[in-house]
């Protein structure tokens, strides 16, 4: 049977570092009322280079881990709420910079569980034959859509991508069990982007305010804590494994109150989700890739280890997979 391996991970950060402290300068909010809240010390923001800069970055990385050449890849694809532009797509700004010219690309829109259904895109692509491999990346510069005016949402966001390099393997390694779903009746408990049809033919006038993220706190709280673990088992299940086989949880990187309900309800100990979001806050697409090249390069992922990676987001949306490394 085939299945799609995790080949190499790799991720990319703006060098520019704002603390909880930077914040309190410019709107009311406090490094204790944050951390407290959220678990969130500090992000990376742009300092002008836009998304594709962060996604092609990560895409070159991942390709040199891999030790794979540009012009034997098949498929690219990018996660992202945070384009670059509407058209072209971050997918093939990737392609282009890295010469992989014989690589189908195009990006998915699915907010911060973008990566895990671009994972998925490829996995079937990749299982039913169609393509040989993949370079996957979830990719955002949130800081341009933030409204940096308003605490209960500019404290939470920042910048980076993260990705991997998947491709067929025959050893029974890999994507084990999935579970994608959305909710799209509770579209609007969280939104970004909003472009009403203002033109030279209707009186619509453009709401710039709509522009900027706008989210229900306590109704995505409510979301996160219920789906996440309710997927999470449901994954757990069709694996026919249990809890305690799983070496590490690599959660979508949001809230780590969040996270702290999940592993409650789960009776999973805590120590096994990884968590890095006190030095980059949500990254929303990025954030799981992220994570899961941080636990790599750290070396705590061996072979045969499964990992299990979850998120949620926008839309709504969420996601779980189980990896064995």
Same mark, same amino acid.
């Given at each position: 049977m085939i299945t799609t391996r995790i080949v190499a991970t790799g991720a990319s950060v703006p060098d520019m570092v704002v603390t909880n402290d930077d914040l309190a300068k410019i =709107?009311?909010?406090?490094?204790?009322? #944050?951390?407290?809240?959220?678990?969130?010390?500090?992000?990376? #923001?742009?300092?002008?280079?836009?998304?594709? $800069?962060?996604? #092609?970055?990560?895409?070159?990385? =991942?390709?040199?881990?891999?030790?794979?050449?540009?012009?034997? =890849?098949?498929?690219?694809?990018?996660?992202?709420?945070?384009?670059?532009?509407?058209?072209?797509?971050?997918?093939?700004?990737?392609?282009?910079?890295?010469?992989? =010219?014989?690589?189908?690309?195009?990006?998915?829109?699915?907010?911060?569980?973008?990566?895990?259904?671009?994972?998925?895109?490829?996995?079937?692509? #990749?299982?039913?034959?169609?393509?040989?491999?993949?370079?996957?990346?979830?990719?955002?510069?949130?800081?341009?859509? $933030?409204?940096?005016?308003?605490?209960?949402?500019?404290?939470?966001? !920042?910048? !980076?991508? !993260?990705?991997?390099?998947?491709?067929?393997?025959?050893?029974?390694d890999g994507i084990l069990a999935e579970e994608l779903g959305s909710k799209g009746e509770l579209c609007e408990i969280l939104t970004e982007g909003q472009t009403l049809c203002a033109n030279a033919f209707n009186e619509v006038s453009p709401d710039e305010a709509a522009y900027y993220i706008y989210m229900d706190g306590r109704a995505v709280f409510k979301f996160a804590t219920k789906m996440v673990v309710k997927s999470a088992a449901n994954v757990i299940e069709q694996a026919g494994i249990t809890a305690d086989d799983i070496a590490y949880v690599v959660p979508h990187q949001a809230n780590a109150r969040i996270i702290d309900v999940v592993a409650h309800k789960l009776k999973m100990d805590r120590e096994k989700f990884y968590m890095n979001m006190d030095r980059y806050g949500n990254t929303s697409s990025a954030s799981v890739p992220m994570a899961l090249n941080e636990l790599n390069e750290k070396g705590l992922i061996h072979r045969g280890d499964k990992i299990m990676l979850t998120g949620f987001g926008g839309g709504m949306t969420w996601g779980t997979m189980l990896v064995q490394w």
């Amino acid at each position: 049977m085939i299945t799609t391996r995790i080949v190499a991970t790799g991720a990319s950060v703006p060098d520019m570092v704002v603390t909880n402290d930077d914040l309190a300068k410019i =709107v009311d909010t406090s490094d204790e009322w #944050i951390v407290q809240r959220t678990g969130i010390r500090e992000r990376r #923001i742009s300092g002008g280079e836009n998304t594709s $800069v962060l996604a #092609i970055n990560t895409a070159r990385q =991942v390709l040199e881990r891999a030790k794979a050449d540009s012009e034997q =890849v098949d498929l690219i694809i990018v996660a992202s709420v945070t384009p670059d532009y509407g058209t072209p797509s971050l997918a093939c700004m990737v392609q282009k910079e890295l010469g992989c =010219v014989n690589a189908v690309a195009f990006d998915v829109v699915a907010a911060c569980s973008g990566f895990m259904f671009a994972l998925s895109v490829a996995d079937k692509y #990749i299982k039913t034959g169609v393509y040989r491999n993949a370079i996957v990346i979830g990719a955002e510069t949130l800081s341009k859509i $933030v409204d940096w005016s308003d605490r209960t949402t500019c404290v939470l966001f !920042g910048d !980076g991508a !993260g990705g991997a390099f998947v491709e067929a393997s025959t050893e029974g390694d890999g994507i084990l069990a999935e579970e994608l779903g959305s909710k799209g009746e509770l579209c609007e408990i969280l939104t970004e982007g909003q472009t009403l049809c203002a033109n030279a033919f209707n009186e619509v006038s453009p709401d710039e305010a709509a522009y900027y993220i706008y989210m229900d706190g306590r109704a995505v709280f409510k979301f996160a804590t219920k789906m996440v673990v309710k997927s999470a088992a449901n994954v757990i299940e069709q694996a026919g494994i249990t809890a305690d086989d799983i070496a590490y949880v690599v959660p979508h990187q949001a809230n780590a109150r969040i996270i702290d309900v999940v592993a409650h309800k789960l009776k999973m100990d805590r120590e096994k989700f990884y968590m890095n979001m006190d030095r980059y806050g949500n990254t929303s697409s990025a954030s799981v890739p992220m994570a899961l090249n941080e636990l790599n390069e750290k070396g705590l992922i061996h072979r045969g280890d499964k990992i299990m990676l979850t998120g949620f987001g926008g839309g709504m949306t969420w996601g779980t997979m189980l990896v064995q490394w």
